[in-house]
């Protein structure tokens, strides 16, 4: 692979290729920043957030989950600061009408600079770069909007469609999507999309708790589409418009928030390492600017062939949700503590991994082209090296040929593991055709039926990553992909 960006366009060409990601209403020309889900695509969707679910749920004392709905009382979003502050600085410009926002579009010029993209030599503008970033991250945090403004003329930064350095005034611009509840006939209300899944738990905090008679320290998790109208939306399913968040809010005594934060901070990012990705790839980002609710936070950022990008929030968001839903609801959203014998609205710690940047990260890791060429034959492959417990499907049942009792065989190995894992079942084409396209999708183990397992019952397996062939016994085939899936 010759570089990054070419590593990403090659990623976005195989996921549409096989089936994994499509661009959304494509035969109208798609929709710009929103992506489907195709048949690989999708298994591989449900199979990362079942890991998470069961990581949060299922193996961690204490938290359970909730499914709530992705319509809320528009109330919700006055009381979570999202009507007033959900918005980002956008600057236009004024020839080609374009409108960006301000960190993404110094972002862009620095990520150039770094890349040495134009005059520069690669690496040269890397310290610039830097100076650059910092200077934004700072007038950011006092919302600077005259400073970014210059900042940006200063350093020439130009729209990629005009080419000028025409551009507006800063200004803010909010990020929900509205719509309208009942029919006109009625007295129609405005509701928004959720842009976050959080307040679902915050709203539900008490019903969980009391129903579930759970003690603080608990958590409640969620996963669900999440719907932001970004202004730059790009780089594929990294920044999209209606995404899934995997969300998990952890309830605490207040004046324990920061030792919960650095035991989350650590704990999901053992979560990331689980993946079997190599620490290299992964680092922490401390948010200077910190976002309405926050009183500390920071991001997990993975080396995305586009760079270090955010992957996964996390945030110390104080007693900021529930002590609002409280004031505006005129509900009482307190808990008792019967170890200290008071009570207090519990201060909260969020763990917030978006799905979708997920997937990008665990393609980004899978994909590989490989030179097989010998001395006497070009050969190359495609593969999708995925940790086998993530992999669309785990097993490809392939009989050699389309006769004499071999694709027999073949359903009945079929029919003893598809309850237990995915599977699937390939008679046409060559051998070596079916691995490639089983290897195209990740797919870790096949196994194939001879004339020879119609005498002693055995098949040949071959492993995706090694290549590596071995006779085995057909019984045990449902075992061998078992343990590796777990
Ligand atoms: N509840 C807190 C919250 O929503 P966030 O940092 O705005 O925090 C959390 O979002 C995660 O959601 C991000 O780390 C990212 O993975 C994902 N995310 C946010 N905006 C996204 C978008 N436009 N497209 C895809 N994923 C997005």
Redesign the pocket.
């Known amino acids: 692979m010759a570089n990054d960006t070419l590593k990403l366009q090659a990623i976005i060409s195989h996921c549409k290729e096989y089936g994994f990601i499509f661009p959304s209403s494509e035969i109208y020309d798609g929709l710009s920043?929103v992506y489907d889900y195709g048949q690989y695509g999708s298994e591989l969707k449900k199979n990362i957030r079942d890991y998470w679910w069961k990581s949060m749920t299922q193996l961690t004392d204490n938290i359970v989950g909730i499914d709530a709905a992705i319509f809320m009382h528009p109330t919700t979003w006055k009381a979570s600061g999202h009507v007033d502050n959900f918005s980002d600085p956008m600057i236009d410009n004024k020839d080609s009408q374009k409108r960006y926002r301000v960190d993404h579009l110094i972002e862009a010029y620095a990520d150039e600079l770094e890349a040495g993209i134009g005059e520069r030599e690669a690496g040269s503008g890397k310290q610039e770069a830097k100076e650059i970033l910092e200077t934004m991250d700072r007038l950011l945090a006092q919302n600077d909007f005259e400073g970014l403004k210059k900042l940006i003329e200063e350093k020439n930064i130009k729209c990629t469609i005009s080419g000028t350095s025409n551009w507006s005034d800063v200004r803010q611009f909010n990020l929900m999507f509205s719509t309208q509840l009942g029919s006109l006939a009625e007295e129609a209300s405005e509701i928004y999309l959720r842009?976050?899944?959080?307040q679902g738990i915050f709203v539900n905090f008490l019903n969980v708790q009391k129903t579930g008679r759970l003690k603080i320290p608990f958590g409640i998790a969620q996963t669900g589409k999440?719907f932001?109208n970004?202004i730059v939306?790009r780089q594929f399913?990294?920044?999209?418009?209606e995404?899934e968040?995997m969300?998990m809010q952890f309830f605490i005594r207040p004046g324990t928030q920061k030792e919960w934060y650095e035991h989350w901070k650590e704990t999901r990012m053992k979560w990331h390492l689980s993946l079997g990705i190599s620490p290299d790839k992964f680092r922490f980002h401390d948010h200077v600017k910190l976002?309405h609710y926050a009183d500390a936070a920071c991001?997990i950022e993975y080396l995305f062939p586009m760079g270090f990008k955010?992957?996964?929030?996390i945030?110390s968001r104080t007693d900021f949700d529930l002590k609002n839903h409280q004031e505006y609801s005129k509900k009482k959203l307190t808990y008792f503590d019967t170890e200290l014998n008071q009570h207090y609205i519990p201060y909260v710690i969020?763990t917030?991994?978006?799905l979708?940047?997920?997937i990008l990260m665990i393609l980004s890791e899978a994909y590989q082209e490989e030179d097989l060429s010998t001395a006497d034959k070009k050969d190359s492959r495609v593969v999708l090296k995925f940790p086998p417990m993530l992999a669309p499907v785990k097993l490809a049942i392939l009989p050699l040929v389309k006769k004499d009792g071999l694709p027999e065989i073949a359903k009945e190995l079929m029919s003893a593991c598809r309850s237990q894992f995915r599977c699937f079942y390939e008679e046409k084409d060559t051998i070596g055709k079916r691995y490639r396209r089983m290897d195209a999708i990740g797919t870790p183990f096949c196994v194939t039926i001879d004339y020879q397992t119609k005498d002693d019952r055995t098949v040949t397996i071959r492993y995706r990553d090694s290549m590596q062939q071995e006779r085995i016994s057909i019984d045990s085939v449902r075992e061998i992909v078992e343990k590796q899936i777990l």
């Open positions: 920043a842009p976050e899944t959080a999440a932001r970004e939306a399913i990294f920044r999209m418009r995404f968040q969300e976002a991001d955010e992957v996964e929030g945030h969020e917030s991994i978006g979708d940047r997920t």
